[in-house]
């Protein structure tokens, strides 16, 4: 019997099978090697492919699915890790048929879309090796709630599914005490020049002032009363003990003066580079993030040590 779970804290902590983890790719790797770091024992790869039945993979063998063939009577748990699971999935059960074997499988969780989601699936594991209390991420767009769901973390931020101006987010990031200390007031709608939705260039985003600065609310549904609601409501809940600025550049280029200035930020502080090309920033910590994209099997360890960055003490990345 095959039986299909997302139930990833279930399965790795309740469940005693031995395991493998079925497909040695780009994803495989990765969880390959979180299950190291968390020292959660596995058996090895499972995996079509020939090529690479020829090399270890995390220092585990890679086997062919003939393999299963040694477990008839028997069950085991697999971690399904190729972004086509269903194809591998249609492939188990007509093993299993012919084996006779039991296979309780992990699907990296996918959201209410059915989207492959393997960094949402890994942050099982960087939460599990994250050293401190759970950050207040504050940014300038919606990238605190992405690192709070990469990370498999309770979002603690504001600015989640905000967007704020360059030069209104470095005064946030230089007095945060100030604006986060008084109610927005004077809800109006704000045309973003970044926007790729038709009708938010027709009618704008949902915005508020606090103080000199503007904030608006992007990828919501809310009435604007519900907007300053959960505005008022997160201010309230910032860890002032953990606080982490992460400016993500947009298809706008800012200037060098911003940049410089952002970098002299003693808190914990990120400039990410969404993509833009001739963009090169010195002195300040990069993120290369346009190949986050759900549906794909890339993860962020591809491109940033997120979970090695989050875990320094300091803001910036030297040891």
């Known amino acids: 019997m095959i039986t299909v779970t997302n139930d990833t804290k279930d399965f790795i902590e309740n469940q005693k099978e031995e395991l493998f983890v079925y497909g040695a790719g780009n994803s495989g790797y990765w969880i390959g090697h979180y299950l190291n770091r968390c020292g959660i024992g596995f058996s090895g790869y499972i995996d079509g492919n ?53 296979a309780l499988c992990l699907v990296p969780r996918f959201l209410p879309e059915e989207l492959y989601d393997i960094n949402g699936f890994l942050g099982y594991f960087r939460r599990r090796l994250y050293r401190k209390e759970t950050p207040t991420i504050i940014s300038n767009d919606c990238i605190a709630g992405e690192i709070y ?50 009708e938010d260039c027709k009618r704008g985003l949902p915005a508020m002032k606090i103080e000199d ?29 953990n606080i982490i600025y992460i400016f993500r550049t947009t298809r706008r280029a800012v200037s060098k003066d911003f940049v410089q200035s952002f970098s002299r930020l003693s808190q914990k502080h990120l400039l990410m580079n969404y993509g833009v090309n001739g963009m090169v920033y010195k002195n300040v910590d990069q993120l290369f993030f346009s190949e986050y994209i759900l549906g794909k099997d890339r993860a962020i360890e591809n491109d940033f040590d997120l979970l090695g960055w989050l875990n320094q003490e300091g803001s910036g990345t030297e040891e």
């Open 149 to 198: 769901h990469l990370m498999n973390m309770p979002m603690l931020s504001p600015t989640v599914n905000t967007y704020i101006a360059a030069e209104d987010f470095l005064k946030l990031c230089r007095e945060p005490e100030k604006y986060f200390s008084v109610e927005g007031e004077g809800l109006f709608y704000n045309i973003l020049p970044i926007s790729d939705e038709p």
């Open 50 to 102: 020939e090529k690479y039945c020829s090399a270890l993979c995390q220092g585990k063998p890679v086997y062919l699915p003939q393999k299963l063939s040694e477990y008839r009577g028997k069950s085991i748990r697999l971690i399904i890790s190729p972004r086509l699971y269903e194809t591998v999935l249609s492939d188990l059960l007509f093993s299993e048929r012919k084996y006779g074997f039991h």
């Open 213 to 241: 600065i503007t904030v608006t609310f992007a990828h919501t549904n809310e009435k604007t009363v519900e907007l300053m609601e959960r505005w008022n409501m997160m201010r309230k809940r910032i860890n002032w003990e």
